[in-house]
């Protein structure tokens, strides 16, 4: 059984930027649809990050576009989300994900396994 582990979450300034990292405890995550997405207070989980299985193109919500990178190191089982320029909306608290299948995605439904979560706090 595939297990995830979040970390990185912290309380940081607008402006400012954070990386989380998410390990896998397989041996490699390279064929794996792999997201990230956010969950704030009285909101659904959404989508702001993701890439299909192998050598994929990321994608991105509207909403992160052009401030977060996603990025799969294969050597060491572990996913990152680099979040640069945050935002007080970015609020929220992050999960990665993986998709057995490999297709991924910015929705909820095709991922088998999800980690516990990390909390990103945006605020002065």
């Known amino acids: 059984q595939l297990q995830l582990a979040e970390s990185g979450g912290d309380l940081v300034q607008p402006g400012g930027s954070l990386r989380l990292s998410c390990v896998a405890s397989i041996f490699s995550l390279h064929y794996y649809g792999i997201g990230w997405f956010r969950q704030a207070p009285g909101k659904e989980r959404e989508g702001v990050a993701c890439?299909?299985?192998?050598?994929?193109?990321?994608n991105y919500a509207d909403s992160v576009k052009g401030r977060f990178t996603i990025s799969r190191d294969s050597d060491k089982n572990t996913v990152y989300l680099e979040m640069n320029s945050l935002k007080p909306e970015d609020t929220a608290v992050y999960y990665c994900a993986a998709d057995a299948s490999g297709r991924g995605g910015l929705i909820v439904e095709p991922y088998d396994f999800w980690g516990q979560g990390t909390q990103v706090t945006v605020s002065s």
């Open positions: 890439m299909e299985g192998g050598f994929s193109i990321p």
